[in-house]
């Protein structure tokens, strides 16, 4: 024990992202009851509500509606997942632990990635979940559909990360997800994630285009559907951007006052 | 690379206002290394503003701050600089080691866990959750935090609010100790007996300034003192070069007021050499002294008393 070398000059510390971090987060995630709530449980409830009954029916368009409604409700696990995990930093503010970390060598830009990361870790257990229930529930796809599928829900939740993030800067509340819960509900709807589109009407049908899910719900479902269109891509790069300059503008209000 | 010359804290006419609230108004501080430095004043003086100001947690309106001749974020980079925050800085759902792994985690050199742990003096609680800690357990988790990058200075603020006595006398324990192995510590407090007990220098501020700084003996020194008023012809005011030595004299409109650690020496003087009358000694303690300096009513800037230079 030296403390004579605290005196001496020293080497700044990187402060990137670091293992035991990252590791710690998702352990804080993964124990915490209520995102495993928000995540996995509600998700699968819906599943039975809304699928169980109906899985071997046909949209009017001729595709499986246990199909649709399983790799719907699995990008709503993943975007609940992501969003919860993203507005956590609305409770580590609350806390004070984003004024402790100013005090380490950590870098904004490196909380923000683990955050990110931890999120994406998250959705990856709400995606593997739902699949799982789907599957022993008997919905049956092929490989290439499970994984695409998979893939788009998994990275699609990027988007609501960013959007709990957002959130999560913006609101002092300790409950942040008991508002933003209601919300996503809300935006699952419009998006298409709890019923077809083609089934809300035209007007809500319209509306429906531009909402936050609607993208990542139609790009998922495209290996069932066999549809693409650009519009899709646009709607989730635009609200990508959107939420992630929401974030970085309510981020440097935060980190100015506290 | 040896920096030991190089101040711990230098901050320079620091200015910081929220609003109207001028918190902190010019204020001037420089710690050298191994020195333990009570932060003093009553609360809303400015001595939390002061902390994030050096800490870098808010920057100043003016002037300029360096810990170890760098920037206070060069400084926390390095590791070199650490803080005992009042409350809060703490995640509820995790362990004491889990919260220190974490701390230590965020530098690329740290000392071992269980040994700040051990040093914090919770290394048996370490598997406990923070929310089933007690206030005097988690502000032991907050030294064990500041401890993990082994900082050359460590700044507490008023690390011991809402403590008992024991935990208080525990607390100061762990910090008296690691202060031995030559950190620098600074802290603040509204408690004069903590300053009292624990720092080798004490700096007592009062509505965002300075108004007095020195060591301990001497903060009890002028607490110790007494006053002396007495009226005196303005044509013997030039007697007063031959009086006992004074912390200080004062001669407004006919009336003398001599603060000094030797009453009667004065007395006798005025009474003995000079026409002095209605002569009257009032005796100061610490607290009145405290209170006198530090209080929001206290009289003004003509009041101030620095010990630097001219007393030591």
């Known amino acids: 024990m030296s403390t004579a070398t605290a005196i001496q000059d020293r080497k700044p510390s990187a402060g990137g992202v670091n293992r035991t971090f990252l590791w710690i987060e998702i352990k804080r995630m993964l124990r915490n009851r209520r995102t495993i709530i928000f995540t996995v449980f509600m998700p699968a409830v819906f599943f039975f509500i809304f699928g169980l009954s109906n899985k071997d029916k046909l949209l009017p368009n001729g595709h499986s509606y246990g199909q649709y409604i399983l790799i719907s409700l699995t990008v709503y696990a993943a975007m609940t997942a992501a969003t919860g995990a993203g507005s956590q930093v609305a409770v580590e503010r609350a806390q004070g632990w984003s004024r402790q970390l100013r005090l380490t060598p950590l870098l904004p ?14 959705s990856l257990v709400a995606v593997v979940a739902q699949f799982v229930i789907g599957a022993l529930a008997g919905v049956t796809m092929d490989g290439q559909t499970w994984l695409t599928a998979g893939l788009v829900a998994w990275l699609g939740s990027l988007v609501f990360a960013a ?36 089934i809300m009407g035209e007007t809500f049908g ?15 479902r495209s290996p069932i559907t066999g549809e693409f269109d650009w519009a899709w891509i646009v709607n989730v790069a635009t609200w990508l951007a959107i939420f992630v300059a929401g974030a970085a503008m309510a981020f440097r209000r935060d980190t100015k006052r506290v | 690379m040896t920096t030991t010359s190089v101040p711990a804290v230098h901050a320079a006419g620091l200015h910081k206002s929220f609003g109207k609230v001028h918190a902190v108004r010019g204020l001037d501080l420089t710690v050298q290394p191994g020195e333990v430095v009570a932060f003093l004043g009553p609360n809303g003086a400015g001595k939390t503003t002061t902390i994030d100001m050096i800490l870098g947690l808010s920057a100043p309106d003016q002037g300029s701050v360096s810990i170890f001749g760098h920037t206070p974020r060069g400084a926390i980079a390095r590791g070199q600089v650490a803080a005992v925050m009042q409350t809060g800085g703490l995640l509820r759902d995790i362990s004491v080691r889990e919260t220190v792994q974490l701390n230590a985690a965020m530098f690329d050199s740290s000392r071992p866990v269980d040994e700040v742990l ?41 690390p011991t609010t809402g403590m008992d006595v024991a935990g208080r006398r525990d607390f100061w324990t762990a910090i008296r100790t690691d202060a031995q192995r030559g950190r620098t510590v600074i802290f603040a407090t509204h408690y004069l007996e903590e300053a009292d007990a624990y720092a080798d220098r004490i700096v007592l501020v009062r509505q965002g300034s300075i108004v007095a700084d020195g060591t301990a003996a001497q903060i009890k020194n002028l607490a110790s003192g007494r006053t002396v008023k007495a009226s005196l012809p303005a044509t013997e005011r030039g007697l007063l ?14 009336r003398l007021t001599v603060r000094t650690g030797d009453s009667d020496a004065v007395v006798r003087y005025l009474l003995n050499n000079t026409g002095a009358h209605d002569v009257e000694v009032a005796a100061n303690n610490l607290e009145e002294a405290f209170v006198a300096l530090t209080g929001d009513d206290a009289v003004p800037e003509s009041a101030n008393i620095t010990f630097e230079g001219d007393l030591v």
């Open chain 1, 109 to 122: 830009g490196a909380y923000i990635a683990v955050k990110a990361l931890a999120a994406l870790t998250l």
């Open chain 1, 163 to 198: 959007l709990g993030l957002f959130v999560g800067y913006l609101m002092p509340s300790q409950n942040v997800m008991q508002i933003l819960g209601p919300a996503l509900a809300i935006l699952a709807m419009l998006g298409g994630l709890f019923m077809p589109i083609e």
């Open chain 1, 206 to 220: 319209n509306i429906a285009k531009f909402t936050p899910a609607y993208g990542i719900g139609q790009l998922a």
């Open chain 2, 241 to 254: 070069a031959g009086m006992p030595p004074a912390e200080s004299i004062e001669y407004d409109g006919g």
């Open chain 2, 118 to 158: 051990a040093r914090a003096g919770i290394l048996e609680i370490a598997d406990r959750k923070v929310e089933k800690c007690s206030g005097g357990q988690q502000q032991r988790l907050r030294f064990a935090m500041a401890l993990v990058s082994d900082p050359g200075l460590l700044i507490l603020d008023e």
